[in-house]
Every structure is written in C-alpha cells, then in structure tokens.
C-alpha cells in the first residue's frame, strides 16, 4: 500500500484547480483563490513559505540531476515493443496536433511523427531532448522538441488536439499543477492518453524498492497515484465528458541474465544510478540483492535471458467542450 503525508489518498486528489484557476496559470497571473497546495507532513508545515518553495526548488533541480545521471537512450529502446502497442491502441491521424508530455528519446513521438502527425515533445532534461531531435533528424520526420516542464508549458491554450504521456507524466512532483496544464493547452473535446505504471505491476514493485533504501521527498505524492484508477479519476473527472481506464501488460525482454539487468539499470537508469551514489556500500548491497531477486522472481525467461511483464495503467480522457 503506498502512504500519502498526511492528508487521505481522497483529500489529496480531490484538489483538482478550478477552471479559473487553470485560466489564470496560463495567463501568468494569482487566480482570485489560492491554487491547492502539496501535502505536506506535519513537520514542514511548520516552516515559513518561502522555505517550502524553496524545497519545491531543490526537487525540481534533484528530479533533473536524477535522470540526468544516466543515459535512458541506452535503458528506452526496451520500450519501444510497449510504445507500439500503445500507439496501436491509440492511433493518432495525420495532420493531428499531439504534445508528448515527457517525451524522453522519442519513443512516442517518433513514431507518431511518422505517422503524420504535428509533434511537440517536451521534457525536463536537455540531454534526451538532443537525443530526440537527433533521432528525428535521422529519420528524415519534422518533429519539434523543447527543454522545459510539464507543470509550467511554454504553449498557448487550446494549442493541441491530443495531450500524450508515456511515463512522463506520473513523476511531475504537483499533479495538480500537471493536471491543470495538460487541460489548458488541450483544445475543448481533444484528448489525454496516459499510461503510468501500476503500483501491484513490477515497475511499481521496483520503484517501491528504490523508496525504501532511498526515501523520497515528502513534498512529493507517489508518482504511482497516476497507476490508480480511482487516483485517476478523482483528478480528471470532473474536467472531462469520457474517461476510461483499463490495464495492459509491456514486456521487458534482455539477452541478459538478471544479475547482468541489475547491473544494466545500475550504469544507465538514471534515479537507479543517483539511488545507489547515496547508498553506503552496505546499502549498495542490499539494493543490488532486493532488485535482484525481483527481477529473477518475475522472469518468465530461461538461460541466460530475462523477460518480465510490467503492468500500467492506461488512461483515455476526453476533455469537456
């Protein structure tokens, strides 16, 4: 069971902003009431303010420094089988405007590219947006690719025909701010198509692990509450005509065995790799064993090969006009 701060699993997502409040996010000015603000422990809401943003700022700076510490081009190609899968699931039509929230190294935007559609992607952290223009680029496909944060996007309202994210979206630290964003640039009846790993799923089991060895910060709700589906919809009900949910297995398949995995995700995933720097050598140990024994608990492989099935959660919503 994943824990929230204080406050009820209930209270914490009911907090979706009003529509004024989304309109006033995008026009850069204080809505006429305060935005919801992070749950946080009984501890830090004691501080001042300017110390909790403050906090807010160092996550911010920690998330980036954390998937800058590998190279997930060398860990996504794994999930490229899932991507077209999820885009065969969610055909996108040519001529379409499509913002892939997350987009990392292109693994939906690429092939949606392809397909015809006008591509925007946008992540947090520079180096996976070169890889990406450069994979485009590669590929003779017009796609854009922008530096930048998906609780604070550089687009105008309305801007899009369908908000993407897969991945991406779950490990914003305020959904609510996510949330609102992804309403504000969505034209009226356009659609979000999510897909977040599910707590029970082995992604799930493997993020839950790091947390235990490395605690995260309590300003931040469980990236996981995106692979809920009463989470979900208690964030974007009330935003949108139709929503659906439903549940899909992504495999992930290595030539590899599991210790080998381990050691993989070890040199190239980046929160794996900033996970074990903040481990003692005792630490290290016990986090190598735990995601060893995962992994080989979950291989449906045999010899020197491990395939796993990791469960997530797809979510389709279609905005209200």
């Known amino acids: 069971m994943i824990e929230t701060p204080t406050q009820s699993l209930r209270q914490i997502l009911a907090q979706a902003p ?19 603000q992070a749950p946080l422990p009984a501890r830090a809401q004691l501080q001042k303010p300017r110390l909790i943003a403050s906090g807010m700022l160092r996550l911010k700076a920690e998330l980036e420094a954390s998937w800058r510490a590998g190279d997930l081009g060398r860990v996504a190609p794994v999930l490229e089988p899932g991507a077209a899968a999820f885009l065969c699931r969610n055909p996108v039509a040519p001529g379409e405007r499509v913002l892939d929230l997350g987009c990392g190294t292109g693994q939906l935007a690429i092939p949606m590219a392809r397909s015809g559609a006008r591509v925007t992607g946008i992540d947090l952290v520079p180096g996976l947006v070169l890889q990406a223009r450069r994979r485009a680029a590669e590929a003779g496909l017009e796609a854009r690719f922008d530096k930048g944060d998906i609780e604070r996007l550089p687009y105008a309202d309305a801007s899009f025909d369908r908000v993407v994210s897969f991945f991406g979206t779950m490990f914003a630290p305020r959904p609510w701010l996510a949330t609102a964003e992804m309403l504000r640039v969505l034209r009226p009846g356009g659609r979000i198509v999510l897909a977040s790993w599910t707590p029970e799923g082995f992604m799930g089991q493997m993020l839950q692990i790091l947390d235990r060895f490395v605690p ?106």
């Open 18 to 36: 009003s529509r004024t409040q989304i309109q006033a996010l995008s026009a850069n000015r204080a809505p006429s009431q305060p935005l919801p």
């Open 216 to 321: 995260p910060s309590p300003h931040r709700p469980p990236p996981l509450l995106w692979g809920q589906e009463d989470c979900v919809q208690q964030r974007l009900g009330r935003w949108v005509s139709r929503l659906e949910t439903s549940r899909h297995a992504l495999p992930l398949s290595y030539p590899l065995g599991a210790r080998r995995v381990v050691r993989h995700y070890r040199a190239e995933h980046g929160p794996i790799v900033r996970a074990f720097e903040r481990l003692d050598p005792a630490g290290q140990a016990g986090l190598a064993a735990e995601l060893e024994a995962l992994w080989t608990r979950h291989n449906r492989a045999s010899g020197d090969r491990t395939c796993v099935e990791a469960e997530l959660l797809e979510v389709v919503a279609v905005k209200r006009s």
